[in-house]
């Protein structure tokens, strides 16, 4: 070996075992008893003019299947014309918020 020069030695370490893989076909969550529900929250004031907050939230709820097309349609309506939310869809906007 010539003056100045390092010995490098490389060791092969262990293969690492492979993690275990646990293939989930679908959960279907427990329902929450009614008195661990949370009280409806008070920013919200159903009787007052529909939010952009409350049509945001119908418009997440759109994307996980809780809320219909037809639903938006008329949750828009009532932001656009400036009206209380449709009764029927208070329930979900308070589960979403």
Same mark, same amino acid.
């Not at 418009?59 to 008329?74: F, N, Y």
């Given at each position: !070996?010539?003056?100045?020069?390092?010995?490098?030695?490389?060791?092969?370490? $262990?293969?690492?075992? $492979?993690?275990?893989?646990?293939?989930?076909?679908?959960?279907?969550?427990?329902?929450?008893?009614?008195?661990?529900?949370?009280?409806?929250?008070?920013?919200?004031?159903?009787?007052?003019? !529909?939010?952009?907050? !409350?049509?945001?939230?119908?418009?997440?709820g759109l994307h996980d299947g809780r809320v219909s097309v037809s639903d938006?349609?008329?949750?828009?309506?009532?932001? !656009?014309?400036?009206?209380?939310?449709?009764?029927?869809?208070?329930?979900?906007?308070?589960?979403?918020?």
């Amino acid at each position: !070996m010539k003056a100045g020069r390092r010995r490098v030695v490389f060791v092969k370490a $262990p293969a690492a075992a $492979p993690l275990p893989i646990l293939f989930v076909k679908s959960v279907t969550p427990e329902p929450v008893p009614l008195e661990l529900v949370p009280e409806p929250d008070p920013c919200f004031d159903f009787g007052k003019p !529909m939010t952009g907050h !409350m049509h945001d939230l119908l418009c997440k709820g759109l994307h996980d299947g809780r809320v219909s097309v037809s639903d938006i349609v008329r949750a828009n309506q009532a932001y !656009m014309c400036n009206r209380p939310i449709p009764h029927d869809l208070i329930e979900i906007v308070v589960a979403l918020a």
